[in-house]
């Protein structure tokens, strides 16, 4: 079996280092587990990074990907096939409002198509806006979209065409607005960005403001749809529909798709030849991405988040009144961010060490999106650990932040340099 640093050694070799990584490889996922090389076992909170919504290798997702592996892995869009079919009629299910699909393959691919389509129906409006902190994909124009300039520091020039505003301001969204506007484009929950929600009376308000304007609102549900919020897309807790909204992660139940949805009534303003993906949604991963719907459904995932979403909350909640480093506890269904005020890198570590893989963004929030059939046992182990992790390196509140990056973090990169 080839041994951990031998994996290391051949990334370093051979795989170009644009991701800061873990020394971890993992082998092996069931559920909400995985198992790395040395056969540890780890509770994952993150799986997948918003990927494996049903957890790692969920059997309906698998079955469906035997089934259809051995009768038709691949054919391009310029013929049908059945199962982007029924995947297509089975996101309408899910809208309860008609929809047209167009299928890709990731995240920032939606999000290019969306902002291709507006562009084609502004017929000469082409700007966009869009907000502070937010997150769209690392494609050039998905990029610009993005609210965060450390992203997009070394790749300038930035296509034109994007004004970014504050968050929740409507004001600003006004300010920003001027006859070439075609889109607003935003997520609902800012997960890049450090989990910060979109109020409902501003989303109320920007749906209002784009009907006046005759503008698109474009909503970015890479990382908040497939049942993540507690309702199959987040627009549906707001009250609202979007013209136009963008899928991936877990939509494929691990394979890889992405999914522009707009509006039936303007959707056949892209024509044949005007936008394209080889591989958007092949037999293979719509076939899993069925699966990864029906199941949602079947199990009744939905009402499962809804329940431990305000168990989670509420074990969150009693940390952040034990520990004071806690500033925030915030998010909604199995998406929680928890604020600290200090970085929390090494809190992710020690999470690590101690069998719980959990994420940091935004350098001080603590990410927490388990999978959506999570029970109380796992939040409960969860929970424990992050509880002693705090309890043993939370530094002291008087702590600094450099002075934290002074001392423990450096030996911590340090090691993670192999990343
Ligand atoms: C909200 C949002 N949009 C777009 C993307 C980009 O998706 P992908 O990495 O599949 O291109 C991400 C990825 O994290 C995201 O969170």
């Given at each position: ?38 056969g ?18 969920h ?67 082409y ?69 910060n ?36 897309f ?28 707009v ?46 979403s ?57 990410r ?7 029970g ?44």
């Open positions: 079996m080839t041994k951990l640093q031998d994996v290391f050694n051949i990334y370093k070799d051979y795989v170009m280092p644009t991701y800061t990584k873990q020394p971890l490889v993992f082998v092996k996922g069931k559920g909400s587990y995985l198992w790395d090389i040395q540890n076992k780890y509770l994952d909170f993150f799986p997948g990074w918003g990927v494996c919504n049903l957890g790692h290798c059997p309906k997702v698998m079955s469906a990907v035997k089934d259809q592996v051995i009768k038709l892995i691949f054919v391009p869009n310029n013929y049908y096939n059945l199962p982007q079919a029924k995947l297509a009629q089975e996101l309408n299910h899910w809208t309860k409002y008609p929809f047209k699909a167009f299928f890709c393959n990731s995240g920032a691919e939606a999000n290019e198509a969306a902002i291709k389509f507006s562009r084609k129906f502004g017929k000469g409006k700007e966009i806006i869009t907000f502070d902190d937010s997150f769209h994909g690392r494609t050039l124009a998905a990029l610009a979209a993005t609210g965060q300039a450390k992203y997009q520091q070394g790749f300038a020039p930035m296509p034109e065409g994007f004004k970014r505003v504050k968050f929740n301001d409507l004001l600003a969204v006004k300010s920003a607005l001027t006859s070439k506007t075609a889109a607003i484009m935003l997520e609902l929950i800012q997960g890049e960005g450090g989990i929600i979109a109020s409902r009376g501003f989303i109320l308000n920007l749906r209002q403001l784009c009907d006046d304007e005759n503008i698109l609102l474009i909503i970015d549900e890479v990382q908040t749809g497939i049942g993540r919020t507690g309702k199959m987040a627009w549906q807790n707001y009250g609202i529909v979007p013209d136009i909204f963008t899928m991936a992660k877990a939509l494929g139940g691990g394979l890889p798709i992405g999914a522009m949805m509006k039936k009534d303007i959707s056949d303003c892209l024509t044949p030849g005007t936008h394209a993906s080889t591989f958007g949604g092949g037999p293979l991963v719509a076939k899993a991405a069925v699966a990864v719907l029906r199941s949602i459904q079947k199990e009744k995932i939905l009402s499962n988040v809804q329940k431990m305000e168990y989670l909350h509420g074990k969150l909640q009693e940390l952040k009144n034990k520990y004071p480093v806690i500033k925030e506890v915030r998010g909604l269904g199995m998406m929680w961010g928890v604020e600290l005020k200090q970085e929390g890198k090494i809190i992710v570590e020690q999470c690590i060490k101690q069998g719980l893989l959990i994420n940091c963004t935004h350098d001080t929030v603590l927490l999106m388990p999978a959506l059939n999570i109380k046992t796992e939040i409960n182990k969860a929970i424990k650990i992050l509880d002693n992790v705090l309890k043993d390196t939370g530094p002291a509140p008087s702590k600094r932040l450099n002075d934290l990056k002074a001392d423990g973090f450096r030996a911590i990169n340090k090691k993670e340099g192999a990343g």
